[in-house]
């Protein structure tokens, strides 16, 4: 197991538990409480827990996603392949927003140097862009998140109103047949809802972890999405239920 998987591990026990204990973790993950006590005071730093004597305590508000630095971790096979696949179905010259998120990042490094004009909502998406000669850039104003480094707010809001694209590239926290598009946090959310309105098709990349998952915040019904490009490991049911709804689904 390598440190990204370590790294993985105890997030995924922390959310489930709320606290853990170096020794616990030693033995589970079979690497030296040394290398355990490394990970969790790395962790630390992020802001994913608090250590107290002999482990560490959950610093993740329940039911919110991890700090991004965690998820640009997790899935990243998955999520460049989906970057790629959405890069293939944008034409060139198109107007395109892309949204903020780990996926919607990778995203935005797919499209370097290629002839279209993007509104990225991140400023890790804009940092891509800003060094491709070929891409005219065009930036949203708003708040910037702290962590994620995305734009929401009234500012956001309006510079996507004030602009018609092409292609709205989307990402999501979680997504259902029943309850659709959802995101944990609610600027968020309201900022996908102004770039669906300003956008003639709604591109989905959502890799498969998100299928199934519901959060807090509703953004929009799943017959809004016109595409949803995910990975080989969406499963079956799932699929066939979004294909029921109008949406043409490309796993990669």
């Keep these: 197991m390598d440190s990204a998987e370590r790294i993985d591990a105890i997030v995924a026990l922390l959310r489930e538990t709320g606290e853990v204990a170096v020794a616990h973790l030693a033995e589970r993950l079979g690497h030296s ?14 802001g994913v827990l608090r250590r107290v004597r002999g482990g560490a305590i959950s610093l993740l508000p329940r039911g919110q996603e991890p700090p991004f630095a965690i998820r640009e971790r997790q899935a990243v096979e998955a999520k460049e392949r989906i970057a790629l ?25 797919a499209f370097v140097d290629r ?20 891409t005219k850039l065009l930036m949203a104003g708003g708040e910037v998140r702290p962590g994620e480094l995305s734009l929401i707010g009234p500012l956001a809001e309006e510079s996507l109103g004030a602009v018609r694209f092409d ?8 997504l259902t047949v029943t309850d659709g598009v959802t995101a944990h946090d609610l600027g968020d959310v309201a900022v996908k809802r102004a770039a669906m309105r ?41 699929v066939t239920e979004i294909q029921a709804c109008g949406v043409a689904v490309l796993r990669v």
């Design 33 to 46: 409480e040394m290398t355990i006590r490394r990970d969790l005071d790395q962790l630390a730093g992020q």
């Design 198 to 238: 300003s956008a003639q098709r709604i591109v989905m990349a959502a890799d498969s972890t998100k299928l199934g998952q519901v959060t807090m915040g509703y953004v929009a019904p799943l017959s809004r999405i016109d595409m949803l490009v995910t990975d080989t490991d969406a499963p079956d049911d799932i």
């Design 85 to 109: 696949a959405v890069n293939d179905v944008i034409g060139a010259g198109e107007a395109v927003v892309v949204d903020s998120g780990t996926t919607a990042a990778r995203v935005a490094h």
């Design 115 to 134: 002839p279209l004009t993007v509104m990225p909502l991140s400023l890790q998406a804009a940092s891509a862009l800003s060094a491709s000669r070929e």
């Design 167 to 174: 292609t709205a590239v989307l990402s999501c926290c979680g």
